[in-house]
């Protein structure tokens, strides 16, 4: 048995450090968090000191209980958890909950998982940082309070099960705002006026007027007064310029722009990010430091001067900026700069390739640029034409890499050709353009985590699941709008002629950004009513900075909590009383058949229109909303026009044709079947023959292409690619097949290997009831038992299950049948 027993969090962590001990030391793994808050109840004690009740969750008992016995056997047991707060109170719910005598505790940290970070990490180890514990439990303490208080709050003033969240709901808050400012937003017109010259050799470049005009009439007149003009060169300047590497990445850094140039979601770049930690490849991933350290900055001078040569090396140190940096870690950087890119997945490989090329390019030289300015005079008028150049005389940094920017409207400076004072040139044409100026843009995820990192809100551990939650609850979607068409004019002046052209261009995309729900704004709308201080994002910064004093022995977390509850609570109270209910009502205006009020309103089942209210003598109308329909936008005519669902078209093949909106959006019903109607299609528009004709192409996607085993093979595409159905089977169809043109044989082969995979899945079978034990992805399994499926965490060992216990698991999580009412009969 090995003296030494190394515990840390995760499976694939464990597996590469095993590689750097020896004989000696067994390294096992906690799987995350091994005790957390009870899930239903407060699980702390707010009459008195805030002591929370921790708990260790079931599917942790067997890890728990293998963990206490190796420790028993071991001489020293040897923390190994990250080095974040979470990763201190890892360590200490390990000691806790193990029963670890602290004369064989040992705490190591280390920022990489390299065998020279191990050892150092093993000749240096500490004791558990209180201090860390404690700022980590008054964070989840105080989140646990606000959410188990105001979530019931919303659940009888606004809709059932909803919750709110400290750092969630001011996300949301964020998103929200935002989207009021662009509806509040009126665009104002303009003129910008561009040009194009040519020089003495013929070479053409762009200039153009720095100011815009007003009105179509003063641009025209603009145009007019350069019909017959003379053009020069009136001034010429150059000036050598610099350009300085960014720093290397931080946690909201690396998520911003591996959104940019990768297209990650939040979530995905940090899933990632976590497996090349793991494996060895790169620094810890949650850090608000720039910091690098003399080692590293020593590693990237060599892999500099080894690649590049040495006028391309220029070490440097950075300091950051970030408010309330938390941890004292180095900044996110290869753990060998000598490995340019890592044998890995296409995503880790990508990431990692983003991660090498920031950390090398911030120990590089910066670039050499010659910028320069022209100012161009027409001999009609006093108005000066302006043209500007870079040169890059030396590329430094910018030969490995470049900061990307969130600015859409930022232009990209070219080259100029020579150029000389009082050069004469010809004008090619002259453009007047009307422009219009934007709202703010919707945030993306990336610019979302950019706004709470300057707001001082979350810290590097929590935007990722905070990002995640709001999309899970419905608050937040990603939007799918691509844009709406919008006409403009242009005035062109060429060959001494003005003409007019009218163009068009897309506006208002949403595509991939934040916006809020109907639910999200409504919520936002009730919290920001009567908590107004919890969503207050100088609170929030606040509240940040005094986990920051916690960590720091600077305050006391029980303190801290005291002193918040004591208001906190009372508000609550007194809302949950005296507030009147919140459903984002709108009157919309009055049916002119009944002379009945029309409003839209949040009802049970969502959004919806009502016609008529709960004091007429008639009951009153409800239609819901289509998914693209909204309650602060939907017009009085588009809410009228639900009424008209769902829509008798006629027949076909003798079966009723009816049109309809559902809940994933419009639809065609025949008989048993459904046909979603094309994107953008109104429902209200489609005839009898478009229907019958969106059926055929249908009936025709669903005929059997191919019989296997006297059962039907059809094809189609969904959400997630191209497919082929057979006995119920949906199996996907990737790129090594023609999906056009699939052969016989290609279907046989798909679904012999989709039928093979699924038997090697299958750990276990009861056919008679019905029950099935079967692998799942990440290395977890599933019970599954008709609809219901359970997923079991990768800790438990599911080979030697028995009927009766997987019974008994299925017993404990499937949902509860509510009683019936019972009904009584009035007696006459």
Known sequence: MAKNLVIVESPAKAKTIEKFLGKDFKVESSFGHIADLPSKELGVDVEGDFKPKYKVSTDKKAVVKKLKDLAKKAEIVWLASDEDREGEAIAWHLAENLGLDQKKIKRIVFHEITKAAIQKAIENPRGIDY???????????????????????????????????????????????????IQDFTPVASYRIDAEFSNEEG???????????????????????????????????????????????????????AARKLGFSVSRTMSNAQRLYEAGLITYMRTDSVNLSDEARKGAQAEIENAFGVKYSKPRNYKGKAKGAQEAHE????????????????????????????????????????????????????????????VITFDGFLKVYLEGTDDEDVEQEGMLPALKINETLLNKYITATERYTRPPARYTEAALVKKLEELGIGRPSTYAPTISTIQNRKYVEKGTVEGEPRNYVQLVLEAKNVSEKQLTEKV???????????????????LVNHFEHILDYNFTAKVENQFDDIADGKEDWTAMMKEFYKDFHPQVEDVQQNAERESGERVLGTDPKTGRQVSVRLGKFGPMVQVGTVDDEDKPLFASLSPDQQLTTITYEEAMDLFQLPKTLGEYKNETVEVNNGRFGPYVKFGKKFVSLPKGVDPLSVELDDAIQLIKEKEKADAPIYMYKELP?????????????????????????D?????????????EDKIQKEKDKLIHHWEEEGIRVEKARWGRHNIIKGKLKIELPKTIDVSKFTLEE?????????????????????KK
């Open 713 to 737: 093979v059809q094809k189609g595409k969904g959400r997630f690619g191209p497919f082929i159905k057979w006995n119920n089977m949906f199996i996907n169809v990737n790129k090594k097949y």
């Open 131 to 181: 201090n860390l514990v404690d700022a980590q439990q008054a964070r989840r303490v105080l989140d646990r309070i606000v959410g188990y208080e105001l979530s019931p709050v919303l659940w009888r003033k606004v809709k059932g099960g909803l919750s709110a969240g400290r750092v969630q709901s001011v996300s949301v808050r964020l998103i929200v705002e935002r989207e009021r400012e």
């Open 739 to 751: 999906w056009d043109n699939l052969s016989d044989n290609d279907i046989v082969e798909l679904i």
């Open 331 to 390: 900044a996110i950087r290869p753990t060998n700069f000598a490995q340019h890119t890592a044998n890995a997945e296409r995503d880790q490989a990508r990431l990692y390739d983003l991660i090498w090329k920031r950390a090398i390019a911030s120990q590089m030289s910066e670039a050499q640029l010659e910028r320069t300015n022209v100012k161009i005079s027409a001999s009609t008028h006093n108005t000066l034409f302006s043209a500007n150049g870079e």
């Open 806 to 826: 997987v019974q008994d698991i299925i017993e404990k999580n499937a949902p509860k049948k509510k009683p019936r009412k019972k009904t009584t009969t009035k």
């Open 508 to 526: 208002g995309s949403d595509k991939g950004k934040l916006v809020p729900t109907d639910i999200g704004m409504i919520v936002t709308d009730f």
């Open 203 to 257: 070479q053409t470049f762009k200039a153009k007027l720095p100011k815009n005009f007003s009105t179509k009439a003063e641009a025209q007149q603009f145009l007019e007064d350069n019909i017959n003009a003379d053009f020069n060169v009136a001034d010429l300047q150059k000036k050598p310029a610099k350009k300085s590497p960014a720093a290397p990445f931080t946690t909201s850094t690396l998520q911003q722009e």
